[in-house]
């Protein structure tokens, strides 16, 4: 790659190239740090190993900051994500949409990309679920679904079919928010106590609260229920994440998911984080 070339360019094979003394050598020894930080950018862990590569497209259209179009027709859904929502029928754009679409669309489009597959392929409106990286020479090889989240463009969203390398998003989105970037400048965005929220809400929604309580369940395809101290909401907890019907009484925690009818679900485990020593 890249560092293989700086590294083994003029002199290739007859030792090091001779570097002038005074600003030279200094010159030198930049071009040296250079090569060797490129090297280690290629010697880097893939952080998409464990996906399966899928299809290359050019971005043609970008419809909001978690969802494009490529050259070839195929939409494509970036896992792991969810940026703020469009207009659709009678519902305005959720906060922040417009300025996460824009994010989206100065990093992609115009931009040849490869799929990334890390489960499930296709949604039931055929859009791809994918990682999406850039990978032309017009600029920088971008993972956009990390990039998004980085950027304050998009919050961690996990299913469990989709989950592969979708842990490595978490980092970036509290160092997005701790940084108060993107849609985390925002009021609308803010994490609220659990106590705060109405008892009518309904959409994806970050918040934290402390567990109180386990409880038995029998609705479908859940393992059990956390009650939130001084609230009425209850976290869902599907079997696909039953392990977390272990966390203890008195742990505080920040939950992610869909907010409906009192419940949020939570579907994968990443989607409930443990704060002590937060």
């Not at 989105?173 to 400048?185: C, N, Q």
Request: aromatic letters at 6%; one cysteine or more; proline letters at 5%.
């Amino acid at each position: 790659g890249s560092a293989r070339r700086a590294m083994t360019g003029r002199g290739s094979g007859a030792g090091p190239v001779p570097v002038r003394e005074g600003r030279g050598v200094a010159w030198g020894w930049q071009g040296l740090l250079m090569a060797l930080a490129a090297l280690a950018a290629c010697s880097a862990p893939d952080p998409l190993a464990d996906t399966q590569p899928g299809e290359h497209g050019r971005v043609v259209r970008v419809i909001d900051g978690d969802a494009l179009v490529l050259d070839t027709g195929q939409s494509v859904r970036l896992v792991g994500i969810e940026a703020p929502a469009g207009p659709y029928k009678d519902r305005t754009g959720a906060p922040y949409f417009k300025e996460s679409r824009r994010m989206l669309e100065d990093m992609a489009l115009g931009r040849e990309v490869q799929l990334f597959y890390a489960g499930l392929t296709r949604d039931r409106y055929d859009r791809a679920l994918a990682h999406v990286v850039t990978t032309d020479a017009l600029g920088p090889d971008l993972w956009l679904n990390r990039e998004m989240v980085a950027r304050g463009g998009a919050r961690v969203r996990v299913y469990p079919d989709t989950a592969g390398a979708n842990d490595l998003l978490l980092a970036p989105e509290v160092e997005a928010r701790a940084a108060g970037i993107g849609l985390w400048a925002t009021v609308a965005y803010r994490i609220p106590a659990a106590t705060d929220l109405p008892e009518r809400f309904e959409r994806f929604q970050l918040v934290e609260g402390v567990v109180a309580t386990r409880l038995s369940t029998e609705e479908q395809g859940a393992s059990c229920e956390l009650g939130l101290a001084g609230s009425t909401l209850t976290l869902e907890i599907k079997r696909s994440a039953a392990a977390l019907c272990q966390v203890q009484a008195g742990t505080p925690v920040r939950a992610r998911g869909y907010v409906y009818g009192g419940k949020l679900e939570i579907g994968h485990t990443l989607n409930l984080e443990t704060l002590a020593g937060d």
